[in-house]
């Protein structure tokens, strides 16, 4: 991407994609811009959210800053100038919060190898092709407890089955994936017991506890949602493809990650459940 607005705000394209990954929001409406004062169009905040979600990690407090105090829009088109640093700097600064150049600079340097505006549409094509939706703050399908996350909170979700069960109340459940005969039953019964209680059913599609607290969902009838460290559209691990189908039916599949994107140890580790 270079620095010109017109690369980094949704086309014709993008926009039509956008409208099938998010039926639940207007986007041909405006908001007020986080930067100078006038609008900033609905469509273009979810694209620059959908691009960020490519540029960053789960958990990156650096971009969730940037992002809450500049917008996404406004927080892009400053990445993609040739003085990223300088700009992002200094609109930091002048909105009160000021970032170690340091930490900036590492960031800046992380994250622009990313800008490709190609594989953003091959992330739209491939979210449309899986069946998958988009869930973004701007949505009244997100998840306010995310919020609690501040800067660490997600940009967007991209997920497939009911968005709805989002927003129920719920217990993550998660454990060792070499689990004990005990510890099955033990996670089994807690599950059974806040399905019955009406709370979703929160882990993430891995061996062992994970399975087990999904299953005893399932079993019960109780909305349950799989959190992954991979695209939303990739089953991991591959035995559970017919899980996460299960799961989809009834509950949600989600992932910070865009579509396609690998597991990896360091996603594990962050992922939002």
Avoid at 20 to 37: H, K, V, Y
Avoid at 71 to 89: H, I, V, W, Y
Avoid at 145 to 168: E, F, K, S
Avoid at 233 to 243: E, G, I, M, Q, V
Wanted: hydrophobic letters at 50%.
């Amino acid at each position: 991407m270079n620095a010109s607005k017109s690369c980094v705000r949704a086309g014709v394209e993008e926009r039509s994609a956008l409208a099938g990954l998010a039926p639940d929001q207007d986007l041909n409406g405006d908001r007020p811009s986080e930067t100078d004062g006038g609008t900033v169009a609905i469509s273009d905040v979810l694209f620059a959210r959908v691009v960020w979600s490519r540029l960053i990690e789960p958990g990156d407090a650096v971009a969730g800053a940037l992002i809450g105090a500049l917008g996404a829009p406004s927080a892009l088109d400053m990445l993609a100038a040739t003085d990223a640093q300088q700009q992002l700097g200094r609109a930091m600064r002048e909105s009160g919060v000021v970032l170690p150049p340091r930490t900036l600079s590492a960031a800046v340097a992380r994250w622009r190898p990313r800008l490709d505006r190609g594989a953003t549409l091959t992330d739209l094509d491939r979210a449309l092709a899986a069946g998958l939706r988009l869930v973004a703050p701007e949505s009244p399908l997100w998840p306010s407890a995310l919020n609690d996350l501040g800067a660490h909170a997600p940009q967007l979700l991209w997920m497939r089955g009911d968005a709805t069960v989002l927003a129920h109340p719920s217990l993550a459940v998660v454990g060792a994936r070499a689990c004990t005969g005990y510890g099955t039953s033990v996670t089994a019964e807690l599950a059974d017991a806040a399905g019955t209680a009406g709370l979703a059913i929160v882990s993430g599609a891995a061996y062992g506890i994970d399975a087990v607290a999904h299953r005893a969902a399932l079993a019960t009838g109780s909305a349950t949602i799989a959190i992954l460290a991979g695209g939303a559209d990739r089953a991991y691990p591959a035995a559970h493809a017919s899980l996460l189908d299960r799961i989809a039916d009834g509950g949600a599949v989600c992932s910070e990650m865009v579509p396609g994107a690998a597991p990896t140890r360091w996603r594990f580790l962050h992922r939002i459940i």
